[in-house]
């Protein structure tokens, strides 16, 4: 099953890096100005959108929720960038650059997406698509939260964990949105 879960998720992760590559081409690095709880608000307001389309309302934007799913993806990536690059306060980085340390990101949200599968056994097939919703949803407030205590966990994840699993979340509901699989 792994193995069709990387052929799956690679399909989709081409479509997360062509849509990057394609911004970065149109926006350059702009998004470098970005501070740390500016990012997790673009990636709330994907999420949220995506919440409301589940919930019924129909929207007047014509993108669907694989565009949003996609576009959180991206955000994440872009926040991994960001935490790396605190210290730098260069906001033109060259193309080449950013696409290795997107790569970098990409591949190691690939390597945990397979060791937590190897460990609950791809469980995520059984969820429902609203549940991956709900859980970068709750990633989102933990984020926040430990935002708001200065970067500190007691016992959690910080902030890098919880983006890892919400780009995961975000590929589990492409892949079963282009299966066809979603249980409402």
Avoid at 7 to 29: E, H, V
Avoid at 70 to 93: F, H, K, P, V, W
Avoid at 102 to 112: G, H, N, P
Avoid at 120 to 148: C, F, H, P, V
Wanted: charged content about 30%; aromatic content about 10%.
């Amino acid at each position: 099953m792994t193995d069709k879960t990387n052929i799956q998720y690679n399909k989709q992760s081409q479509k997360a890096r062509t849509l990057f590559i394609n911004k970065n081409k149109d926006y350059g690095t702009s998004w470098r100005i970005l501070r740390l709880p500016s990012l997790i608000d673009q990636i709330y307001i994907k999420t949220d959108r995506i919440r409301h389309m589940e919930e019924g309302k129909i929207p007047k934007i014509k993108e669907d929720a694989s565009s949003e799913y996609i576009g959180i993806i991206n955000y994440c990536i872009i926040t991994l960038i960001q935490i790396e690059l605190a210290e730098s306060s260069q906001e033109n980085l060259a193309f080449e650059e950013v696409l290795q340390k997107y790569d970098y990101y990409l591949k190691e949200a690939q390597s945990l997406m397979n060791k937590k599968n190897h460990d609950y056994g791809e469980a995520w097939r059984n969820m429902y698509i609203s549940s991956y919703t709900d859980l970068i949803l709750t990633k989102i407030l933990r984020i926040k939260q430990i935002i708001e205590n200065e970067g500190k966990t007691n016992v959690s994840e910080g902030i890098e964990g919880n983006l890892y699993d919400m780009i995961n979340y975000s590929f589990f509901a492409l892949i079963k949105l282009t299966e066809g699989n979603e249980k409402q």
